[in-house]
């Protein structure tokens, strides 16, 4: 019989890479987890890890092993799903990450939610990107992840997770008051119209960034990016006082009426979809049912707002 401490630790590696990673996400010495997947290693009868310059990587072996403890664990979920559901009050804590937008519009209003209902929940918000929260969901890290995928930018999809759509939020051009055009102006003629404005973006490698680049490119020209963020009350701070053009979304307004110019963006690249994550087995979990239910619900009265 292997040890589930030590396969959760040959996972924990492959999700976070390095020793030093598991090491400072578990609170353990890197030595220790060292010590651990060698004797693993002697458990198995198989070399689990192979130096790759200072790093190791898992061989093939390992990863079957670690394909095995993902199935474990998402059983093990399961059974703590179905005890949670025969308790009559949610407890415990429940860990959630939310990219700004949807922080800003929809986290308040769920805690409220959640509050009156289930008192005794402990709700732990974290604002990040999904870029880097849906890692961090796979690696444990987080129970819940409001996620964002924008037209013609599909997201991964790993097996071991499972998504819920949420809301479309409306994508607009954002005028500096400098550009502001005739509102019946073409979609790309009103884009094309910003080519020789700054713009302010979010930063490279983020899937907001690709989005808008490729719209600008498909536009026939290079936006000139002065500014980068994750910021998006930045962005419309930039648009708002003419220093940027931007693309915002609905969320940004949080109901309220816009304060700068927007036009329309081109046929099909007018929302974005708004969902939550959680890893599979995870899902019939009482708390993240009353999480998502929660949600849904802030989601009903924003769009009710605007």
């Given amino acids: 019989m292997f040890d589930l401490h030590r396969l959760r630790l040959l996972r924990e590696l492959k999700h976070r890479g390095t020793l030093a990673a598991v090491a400072e996400a578990l609170s353990y010495a890197p030595s220790s987890v060292s010590q651990q997947l060698s004797q693993l290693e002697a458990e198995v009868g198989v070399r689990l890890l192979e130096p790759v310059g200072r790093r190791v990587r898992l061989t093939e072996q390992a990863e079957i092993l670690v394909a095995h403890t993902e199935a474990v664990l998402e059983r093990l979920e ?12 949610l407890t415990g804590t429940l860990r959630i990450a939310s990219f700004q937008t949807a922080a800003l519009a929809l986290v308040p209003t769920t805690l409220d939610l959640l509050r009156d209902r289930h008192p005794h929940l402990r709700v732990h918000v974290t604002q990040r990107e999904p870029e880097r929260s849906l890692p961090a969901l796979q690696a444990r890290d987080f129970d819940l992840v409001l996620a964002e995928e ?3 930018n599909p997201n991964p999809r790993p097996a071991e997770l499972e998504q819920e759509d949420l809301l479309d939020d409306g994508l607009h051009l954002a005028l500096p008051e400098a550009a502001d055009g005739p509102d019946t102006a073409h979609p790309m003629t009103a884009l094309r119209s910003l080519a020789d404005h700054p ?3 979010e930063p490279e490698g983020t899937t907001a960034r690709h989005w808008a680049m490729t719209l600008c490119r498909n536009a026939g020209f290079e936006p000139d990016v002065r500014f980068e963020t994750t910021d998006l009350l930045l962005h419309l701070r930039l648009v708002e006082q003419g220093h940027a053009a931007a693309f915002l979304p609905d969320l940004v307004w949080r109901g309220q009426p816009p304060t700068v110019a927007l036009r329309k963006l081109p046929p099909g690249q007018r929302t974005r979809r708004v969902f939550t994550v959680v890893r599979r087995g995870r899902s019939p979990h009482p708390a993240i049912q009353a999480c998502r239910d929660a949600f849904n619900r802030a989601a009903a009265l924003h769009s009710h707002r605007a």
């Fill in 150 to 152: 924008y037209p013609g």
């Fill in 78 to 89: 399961r059974a703590e799903a179905d005890i949670a559901s025969s308790l009559t009050d």
């Fill in 199 to 201: 713009w302010v973006m």
